[in-house]
């Protein structure tokens, strides 16, 4: 059974980090690419980041310089590293893992809020 598991979201005031993981069970991880989607309230659920299975990033215009994505495929855990955090970036985020073999698998979100 397929399972993502994603964690660290919370508030936090404008500026500030957080960093979000997302643990992978009932996949081979390493061939995943893994990939943070997020969605607000009203909106589309849009691309934040990816990270291939070869490690190559991309990152959406309105985070990069700002969020970071990572991987360790030994502990099956994909990460993002949010600094700079502003309110728009307020939304629910959800980690995804896709493949040509299988998915796409989504975790259940965790909410990040950006607020004073």
């Known amino acids: 059974q397929v399972q993502l598991v994603d964690s660290g979201g919370g508030l936090v005031q404008p500026g500030g980090s957080l960093r979000l993981s997302c643990v992978a069970s009932g996949i081979i991880f390493s061939v995943y690419d893994m990939a943070w989607y997020r969605q607000a309230p009203g909106k589309q659920r849009e691309l934040v980041a990816r990270i291939t299975d070869g490690g190559r990033t991309n990152y959406a215009d309105s985070v990069k310089g700002r969020f970071t994505i990572s991987r360790d495929n030994v502990k099956n855990t994909a990460y993002l590293q949010m600094n700079s955090l502003k309110p728009e970036d307020t939304a629910v985020y959800y980690c995804?893992?896709?493949?040509?073999?299988?998915?796409?698998?989504w975790g259940q979100g965790t909410q990040v809020t950006v607020s004073s």
């Open positions: 995804n893992a896709d493949s040509y073999r299988a998915g796409p698998y």
